[in-house]
């Protein structure tokens, strides 16, 4: 059954606003959970990858023979012997949009070029772990170098090396975002300002590298692949039409994952590399990537140049802004151009703004290719947008709270269309909320109009401190669709299917607990198969904020649809109306007279048939229902943060003394998990904003592949982090839900540098560019005369 939203204004509370225990703490605390390199397989083969070490190069020797040789290793592949089983010569993993000149699919392993340091070239095949990486010293590869492309904005000048040379050129893409008469916005416009920021690279860094174990059964002529991925059918799709394969003849399972944060929604060469051996050998392959590894070898997000000017009134009020922004678009393109789109269309925030254009170019470049990690795109637009309002305050002298205010959409203004168009054609418009409220709330609870006396504390002290503010909007709960299914056996045993992907959200607790709810029986009682596509013929997976959306309504309309079977045969049965009926924990009974009553595994047993036997009351067979939910449009989650910071201006060092969020999801289904999921994703838009940077140098090097020189955010550094909720159910589906994954992302990196700003406000520094280190702090306080 697909199922369409309805608009409804008495979205049921049954399963909603519970803090049930979660389901995949009890496994995972005891030492339980299955990740993938807990996958052993009998006769496996241990993979490993020779890369390159050159950002751009072509191949002119490559000898295996002693590599070969080594006791232990059972074969080295290179491109042309896997080549044969592949239905192309490319990875299909390019995804539509009408803004790409030219589809860059990636090869399987590098056949004569390479184009980024870390490109797979060879796939060693050994005994062990140990003697595969032994083998790899011993391979011969002479490369000739060629001249990298690096900075995407030289990369587009005229006569620029090209990055690929398969390629006419390096603009890969380029499409404009734009509404309104841009030109008459700033025509005589009282204030105009112009400002230029530079977002650099980072990478999502779940604490679990990438890993896929696969295995050919050569008499069933089934691909069974394990792989930490937030896409198991997309990566069964490719997997079938890359491998000339059925796709009843491939399995793909995303065991535990360790997290993904937008890395593993992408399909690697690997994964298909990895499953060609198996087919190829005959025997089962693993492959788990390493932490230096990963550093070059899994895809990063961004380095983006914006260019922009704002034009506003003399009361403040926005009338348009207008620029350029170039984007790092990397060696391929595994994610088409959806994360600049993102940063561009998430520019306009919860705000009005009456005409924007801006103009974006993708570049290709020798570096690893650019795709989304958690906010994807949209904390680089709203830190751009946020950092162009709090330029305006100061010109015109007005608080940073009073011009957020005056250019903030009313409640009454919603739904609100804001002119931009999302990649799937429909018109980006914010569905509920209150974006007003949310900022006094936030200002409310963070002490914002106190402030300054502390601040004067401070300063007798011989402290800097300063406090931030950001708003934001995500739009989440993408579609086009999620599949869920709902089944009672005659053992009484309700399980729950689906095409979402766990990742550590609490997918099988939320799914468990709204179909929980509809059919009265505990939580921790339903069974969820998620991340399986043997369990669920459809799905797509884990992204975009989306799970709770879609596959929480299509498991919830499914749970509803089967406790109306169940009803309809007990009412049938107990001589009751349907009203009448109560259902709990596996038994229905009359409210009235509980001791008449039967146990729901008679009905689902009665239901699954006995031969030369009519069904009860004529009732489809089976006590089961499958809904694919498809979202009409995507729904806004929004929010504010305030966050209050101490910077030691000589060190640069910067303290995070306290972190306020007010965030708005609609209905919470189960507030302790989103209240984790928004801290985790302001603790990563703390590290991105504050630590992260992925350095390399003119060849394409990359300078930062460990720990020790790649910071994260760590305990000792992290604020606790309030969280006060607001609810506006959705319109747009039956729960009145909207995503959180993200959310916690999307303000931090603007509220961070508009408290740093604050804090350093008597040096007159202006902060542009992201990450916002301690080295960079103190490099701008003594340029601006300041600390020495």
């Not at 570096?367 to 989304?372: A, E, I």
């Not at 959200?505 to 596509?533: H, N």
Request: a negative charge.
């Amino acid at each position: 059954m697909t199922a369409h939203a309805k608009v409804r204004s008495d979205a049921p509370s049954a399963g909603l606003g519970r803090s049930e225990a979660r389901l995949e703490h009890g496994p995972l605390v005891r030492g339980k959970g299955r990740f993938i390199d807990d996958i052993s397989l009998p006769g496996q083969l241990h993979a490993t990858f020779l890369r390159s070490p050159v950002a751009h190069g072509r191949i002119t020797r490559i000898d295996i023979t002693a590599a070969a040789a080594l006791e232990g290793v059972r074969a080295v592949l290179l491109y042309d012997d896997l080549r044969p089983l592949l239905t192309a010569p490319r990875v299909p993993v390019s995804m539509p949009s009408g803004a790409i000149r030219f589809d860059v699919d990636p090869f399987v392993l590098s056949r004569d070029e390479v184009c980024h340091v870390g490109e797979p070239i060879a796939l060693v095949l050994a005994d062990s772990r140990h003697v595969a990486e032994d083998a790899l010293g011993l391979i011969e590869l002479d490369i000739d170098p060629l001249p990298p492309v690096v900075d995407p904005r030289a990369g587009l000048a005229e006569g620029a090396p090209r990055a690929r040379l398969d390629c006419p050129d390096n603009l890969v893409a380029r499409t404009t975002a734009a509404y309104g008469d841009i030109d008459a916005a700033f025509a005589g416009a009282p204030v105009v300002l112009a400002e230029e920021f530079h977002l650099s690279k980072g990478g999502g860094h779940s604490i679990e590298t990438r890993g896929v174990v696969a295995a050919w059964d050569e008499a069933a002529r089934r691909l069974t692949v394990w792989d930490s991925t937030q896409m198991p059918h997309r990566a069964k799709r490719v997997l079938a039409r890359a491998l000339d394969l059925g796709e009843h003849e491939v399995r793909v399972i995303a065991p535990d994952v360790g997290g993904g944060f937008g890395p593993k929604f992408v399909f690697h060469p690997e994964e298909l590399a990895i499953a060609a051996a198996a087919m190829l050998t005959g025997l089962p392959v693993k492959w788990i990537e390493d932490r230096f590894e990963n550093f070059f070898s899994t895809v990063q997000e961004r380095d983006q140049f914006w260019t922009v000017e704002v034009a506003a009134g003399a009361d403040g009020r926005l009338r348009g802004i207008r620029g350029v922004l170039i984007h790092d678009h990397g060696a391929y393109s595994p994610y088409g151009m959806a994360l600049p789109y993102n940063s561009a269309t998430n520019l306009i925030g919860p705000y009005v703004l009456p005409a924007y254009r801006l103009d974006i170019s993708l570049c290709l470049t020798n570096l690893m290719p650019s795709t989304p990690t958690r906010g994807a795109g949209r904390p680089q637009g709203t830190f751009v947008m946020e950092r162009l309002l709090d330029r305006l305050a100061e010109r015109l002298g007005l608080t940073r709270d009073e011009i957020r205010q005056r250019n903030l959409i009313r409640p009454d203004q919603l739904p609100y269309p804001t002119g931009l168009f999302t990649r799937d054609g429909g018109e980006m418009t914010y569905d509920s909320g209150n974006y007003p409220e949310s900022q006094r709330r936030a200002l409310a609870e963070s002490g914002w109009h106190d402030f300054e006396p502390r601040r004067a504390a401070a300063r007798r002290e011989g402290g800097l401190i300063g406090i931030g503010l950001a708003n934001y909007v995500e739009g989440s709960g993408r579609g086009p669709f999620e599949s869920g299914a709902v089944s009672i056996g005659p053992s009484g045993q309700i399980v729950v299917t689906t095409g979402a992907c766990a990742q550590g959200q609490g997918t099988v607790t939320m799914l468990a607990q709204l179909a929980g709810a509809a059919l009265g029986t505990p939580a921790e009682k339903v069974r969820v198969i998620a991340g399986d596509t043997a369990a669920s013929p459809l799905g797509l997976g884990a992204f975009a904020s989306r799970q709770a959306v879609t596959a929480g309504n299509a498991v919830h309309l499914a749970a509803e649809q089967v406790r109306a079977k169940i009803l309809r045969v007990a009412s049938a049965w107990l001589n009751a109306a349907p009203d009448e009926l109560e259902l709990d924990d596996g038994v229905v009974r009359v409210a009235s007279d509980r001791e008449r009553s039967c146990p729901v595994s008679r009905i689902a047993e009665a239901l699954a048939g006995s031969p030369g036997f009519s069904l009860p009351l004529g009732v489809e067979p089976g006590l089961s229902a499958a809904v694919d939910f498809q979202p009409p449009g995507l729904t806004y989650c929004n929010g504010t943060h305030v966050a209050e910071v101490e910077v030691d201006a000589e060190t640069g060092v910067v303290r995070v003394a306290r972190y306020v969020v007010v965030h708005d999801c609609g209905r919470l289904i189960h507030p302790r998990m989103v209240d984790g999921q928004v801290i985790g994703g302001v603790v990563h838009g703390l590290s991105s904003t504050l630590y992260e940077w992925m350095r390399y140098d003119d060849e394409g090097q990359p300078l930062t592949c460990t720990y020790a020189d790649y910071l994260l955010s760590t305990a000792d550094v992290t604020p606790r982090i309030e969280i006060h909720h607001m609810e506006s159910p959705t319109p747009l589906n039956p729960l009145g839900v909207k995503g959180a994954g993200e959310s916690g992302t999307i303000a931090a990196s603007a509220v961070i540098a508009s408290a740093i700003e604050d804090a350093l406000s008597p040096f007159g520094v202006k902060l542009r560019d992201l990450p916002l280190t301690a080295a960079r702090l103190s490099a701008l306080v003594r340029a601006a005369g300041g600390a020495a």
